[in-house]
């Protein structure tokens, strides 16, 4: 039968890159990550094997880049000059700014270099070009309520965060 319904998937998941490197895991976290099925909250390679899983089942899925989060883009890599960025403070490589991407986006940029005042600034996902292996655990499915439906996001059981 089909369930219109939309669901809250709850998985843990260890995220390693090719190499067998761990990226992230919800392993040190209390709760699994949870998201509202079909909105696009987690990258479309991973949500299209999760959609067929049960709870209980445990499954390697391997993403690869462009299913994941896309091909590094050369445009979203810029030099900047220092007095436009919006912090007056020190900048460090490695620090990161929103700001507006090539198609007026609000996008995360990277400090990847400093040359005297110019500064050299990576737009692209920090995994953008990696392809990835997430190890899950599909821990709990359920309808979505209407208030995460209203708010677009999961819920976790002990209440409202925000
Ligand atoms: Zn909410």
């Known amino acids: 039968m089909m369930n219109s319904q939309t669901r809250v998937i709850s998985f843990h998941y260890t995220l390693t890159n090719k190499a067998g ?11 699994p ?17 999760l959609a067929l899983l049960n709870v209980g089942d445990t499954k390697k899925i ?26 007056s403070n020190e900048i ?3 620090d990161q700014f929103q700001a507006s991407g090539p198609q007026g ?3 995360l940029f990277r400090v990847l270099e400093l040359n005297g005042d ?13 392809d990835l292996v997430f190890d899950v655990e599909v821990m709990k499915i359920r309808d979505a309520t ?9 819920h976790h059981g002990d209440g409202h965060h925000h």
């Open 21 to 31: 490197e761990v990226i992230d895991t919800s392993r040190d976290q209390q709760e």
């Open 33 to 49: 990550f949870s998201y509202l099925e079909g909105k696009s909250q987690i990258i479309p390679g991973l949500e299209k094997v």
């Open 62 to 87: 391997e993403v690869a880049a462009a299913d994941a989060y896309g091909m590094p883009d050369a445009q979203l890599v810029v030099e900047v000059s220092r007095d436009k960025l919006p912090s």
């Open 92 to 94: 460090t490589v490695g």
């Open 105 to 107: 986006e609000m996008l």
């Open 118 to 130: 110019q500064v050299k600034l990576d737009g692209n996902h920090p995994l953008a070009g990696e």
């Open 146 to 154: 209407n208030e995460e439906l209203a708010h677009g996001h999961a």
